[in-house]
């Protein structure tokens, strides 16, 4: 099974920061990863797809970048709205696996 | 307007059964794959398994911890995936959400642009 491992696990910020996340696949996954929003109570909300790809209608200040086995998630001036816990995903192999999630606070 | 709806969930003793259904409305369903993935509580994200069209066999795919317990049928008729559950553990516990897959041009890769709002299941005695 391919391991995703996202880091920070948490971390702290402003408005207006820009705010970095990186998730590490176990092995070389060629683009196959998403980015996932996801509010308390509600269900994930597509971000990213296929590492670099902004889903249609999600605001221009995300964006993702990476290859191999490694990719990032950056949010440039944080918003009030997008204090919430995102989540990488690997499509590259059965089992489709998730990394463990990083959620961005309010400082 | 396109959308998935989960439907099923509720309490179960373990060792008990529960069937979930995603109803889809809004795309043709019969064109698409569609996956479960859970969340336990204050958990993250499992993938659960993905179900294929007809034009791919109706093939199926779980994972390790479901596997031989989970069974994914559909009715391209009803627009609806069923998820039948049997010998439920406590570990099940979790929102199943259905997520619709998509293809990334005439690749390998597909990822889940569509997402239900979950259907929370409870294993407990």
């Known amino acids: 099974d391919i391991q995703m491992t996202q880091s920070p696990s948490s971390l702290s910020a402003s408005v207006g920061d820009r705010v970095t996340i990186t998730c590490r696949a176990s092995q070389s996954i060629d683009s196959y990863l998403g980015w996932f929003q996801q509010k308390p109570g509600k269900a994930p909300k597509l971000l990213i797809y296929?590492?670099?790809s902004l889903q249609s209608g999600v605001p221009s200040r995300f964006s993702g970048s990476g290859s191999g086995p490694l990719y990032t998630l950056t949010i440039d001036s944080l918003q009030p709205e997008d204090f919430a816990t995102y989540y990488c995903q690997q499509s590259y192999s059965f089992p489709l696996t998730f990394g463990g999630g990083t959620t961005v606070g309010i400082k | 307007e396109e959308q998935v709806v989960e439907s099923g969930g509720g309490l179960v003793h373990p060792g008990g059964s529960l069937r979930l259904s995603c109803g889809a409305s809004g795309f043709t369903f019969n064109d698409h794959y569609i996956d479960w993935v859970r969340q336990a509580p204050g958990k993250g994200l499992e993938w659960v398994g993905r179900?294929?069209?007809?034009?791919?066999?109706?093939?199926?795919e779980y994972a390790a911890s479901v596997k031989g317990r989970f069974t994914l049928s559909r009715d391209d008729s009803e627009n609806s995936l069923y998820l039948q559950m049997n010998s439920l553990q406590t570990e099940d516990t979790a929102v199943y959400y259905c997520a619709r897959a998509l293809r990334w041009y005439r690749s390998d890769y597909w990822y889940f642009d569509l997402w239900g709002r979950g259907t929370l299941v409870t294993v407990s005695s």
């Open positions: 179900s294929r069209n007809k034009l791919n066999s109706y093939t199926t």
């Open positions: 296929a590492a670099s």
